[in-house]
């Protein structure tokens, strides 16, 4: 996955964040959905530094992989 393959996805994860943290009242699906999308967001923004340490360090960033979640979760953005 490109930068900004990981960027766009980033993207569209953000976009659903906003749109339910702007209703009123989740259901309880949508709530773990937002969960789920929470994780998911660390774990790109982490690839996505991952990738550009590696460019950094005149290495291939297709080394890069996502890692779990206990891993990335609750990185500061």
């Known amino acids: 996955m490109e930068d900004n393959q990981v960027s766009a996805h980033i993207k569209?994860?953000?976009?659903?964040?906003d749109r339910l943290y702007a209703k009123d009242?989740?259901?309880?699906?949508?709530v773990k959905h937002l969960h789920k999308i929470n994780i998911e967001l660390d774990q790109y923004w982490d690839l996505l530094r991952q990738r550009r340490a590696l460019r950094?360090?005149?290495k291939n960033p297709d080394q890069a992989h996502v890692r779990p979640p206990g891993t990335v979760e609750n990185y500061e953005q």
């Open 25 to 30: 009242n989740l259901t309880d699906e949508e």
């Open 12 to 17: 569209n994860l953000s976009a659903e964040e």
């Open 56 to 58: 950094d360090a005149h």
